[in-house]
């Protein structure tokens, strides 16, 4: 059974960083595209990025040239790096897999970790 967790959030002034990571056990990681989603307190679950099984990225608009997606393929982990963090960005993010290509739709990924909260502070 493929299980996805989070870890490394935490409260960050604004302006400051944070990597946040998604360890995955079970199943074969180096065949999933791994995304990142997040929610924000009344807000539905929105698409953060996402890197495909061969490395190729996608951001939506709002963090591109702040967050960074990556994986260690070695360590069965992918990373999301945030800089520039502003309180907007607060929600609870969620990494998610699904086989080889990357997608933004929610739907379209079967596994989910349990998420990890990131407050930014203004």
């Known amino acids: 059974q493929v299980q996805l967790v989070e870890s490394g959030g935490g409260l960050v002034q604004a302006g400051g960083s944070l990597r946040l990571s998604c360890a995955v056990t079970g199943g074969t990681f180096n065949n999933y595209a791994m995304a990142w989603f997040r929610q924000a307190p009344g807000k539905e679950r929105e698409f953060v990025g996402y890197i495909t099984w061969d490395g190729l990225t996608a951001y939506v608009d709002f963090v591109k040239g702040r967050f960074t997606i990556s994986r260690d393929n070695a360590k069965n982990t992918v990373y999301l790096q945030m800089n520039i963090l502003k309180p907007e960005d607060t929600a609870v993010y969620f990494c998610?897999?699904?086989?080889?290509?990357?997608?933004?739709?929610?739907?379209?990924?079967?596994?989910w970790g349990r998420g990890t909260q990131v407050t930014v502070s203004s």
């Open positions: 998610a897999a699904r086989a080889f290509d990357g997608s933004r739709r929610l739907l379209d990924f079967g596994i």
